[in-house]
């Protein structure tokens, strides 16, 4: 079992909705939980940090953590065809940082 | 504009060949990180550093070796390059807050390695 585990995709939705993408951890003791967006031939760019349970929201997104679950999500409101990319999520483990294989949205116009 | 500086941006290699990639940044941040990045399998750690004078095995160490004489810089190097690490490899750093490490990872661009 992957460490992060990630729905590859493809996931497309349509411009204005809302994006659902979701990982889960094996991990227990893991504190610090991240998603980055990766656009092709780009390097990934952090666009959420998460610590404790409960939601984070940032602009049109929103970062939700259930640690009992292993669970994070990241939801993006109002999805525009620039939020195409593939999200990575990331989860710190003993002096590292482990990362999903990534999940890819085409947002259609 | 401050950040991370990789080079090259792309090299051919052929096998049995060394080849040491290049890392530096100007944000002054303590840990740095190598990573690969294969398609379907996403980045995987190859070491880190958490200060200058220390460095660590990440999940795949193995044909790799880093070192970190200052807090700038943080180079790779592949002893003698096989096919199977043809990848594009990012370097990344780590701000710390109040001594400790935020996990909030800036990349640099990549440099694509194809090794024949």
């Known amino acids: 079992q992957k460490e992060v585990e990630q729905n590859s995709g493809p996931l497309s939705v349509p411009e204005g909705a809302i994006a659902s993408l979701n990982c889960t951890y094996s991990?227990?003791?893991?504190?610090?939980f991240f998603w980055y967006r990766q656009y092709s031939g780009k390097s990934p760019e952090l666009i959420m940090s998460i610590y404790s349970n409960g939601d984070k929201e940032d602009g049109r997104f929103t970062a939700q953590l259930n640690k009992a679950s292993q669970y994070v999500s990241l939801l993006i409101r109002d999805s525009q065809p620039s939020d195409s990319a593939t999200y990575l999520c990331?989860?710190?483990?003993?002096?590292?940082?482990?990362f999903g294989a990534g999940t890819r949205l085409t947002v259609k116009p | 504009i401050a950040g991370i500086t990789q080079a090259p941006t792309s090299q051919i290699l052929a096998a049995g060949r060394r080849m040491t990639l290049r890392c530096t940044q100007d944000?002054?941040?303590?840990?740095m990180y190598w990573y690969r990045q294969d398609l379907g399998l996403g980045l995987r750690l190859i070491h880190y550093s958490n200060t200058a004078g220390t460095t660590g095995k990440g999940e795949v160490p193995d044909g790799y070796s880093v070192s970190r004489a200052n807090t700038d810089d943080f180079p790779l190097t592949l002893a003698s390059a096989v096919p199977s690490q043809t990848s594009v490899y990012f370097c990344?750093?780590?701000?710390?807050?109040?001594?400790?490490?935020?996990?909030?990872?800036?990349f640099g661009e990549g440099s694509r390695l194809t090794v024949l």
């Open positions: 990331a989860v710190t483990g003993n002096n590292d940082m482990r």
């Open positions: 944000m002054r941040h303590n840990a």
């Open positions: 991990d227990r003791v893991s504190q610090s």
């Open positions: 990344a750093s780590s701000p710390s807050v109040g001594g400790l490490n935020t996990g909030e990872l800036f």
